[in-house]
């Protein structure tokens, strides 16, 4: 298969990378100033989601499939823990493990970071239909799924 676009013709702005990158830009914003009451950034709500779900419960583990370092990720879960969402668990099998986890508040607020995502994700969504939605879905997947 030839590739969709030619390095000689190719006009950054019109490609799929510019379009992308400002609807994400636009979502994190979108969803900062709705979190704002919570004390809770885009950023922090990546980390609390992630924590949330099965099999994620360390630094590293928060690592993959976020664009933070090893260091960038050990401050966030300091702020996290700080306002007592997040809280580090030593495992008594071997010390040196740190292991994550929400904090009963950290449980409580995640239906608010639900409601916060879909009320943005609605409205930057509104005019499409759930069809078109979907499709559109399977296509950001299949591009992830391209290794």
Known sequence: MTGIYDPKTYQPREGVGFPLT????QVLEDLDKELEPLDITAAQYVILVRLSEKGIDSASGLCRGVSYDPGAMTR???????KGLVRRVRRGDDRRKVDLELTA?????????IAAIVKVLNHRLRGFSKAEVEQFTGFLRRMVAND
């Not at 400002?22 to 830009?25: H, I, M, S, V």
């Not at 508040?105 to 970071?113: T, W, Y």
């Open 76 to 82: 966030m879960i300091d702020r996290l823990e700080k």
């Open 22 to 25: 400002r609807a994400k830009l």
């Open 105 to 113: 508040e950290g449980k409580a607020v995640r239906p608010k970071l």
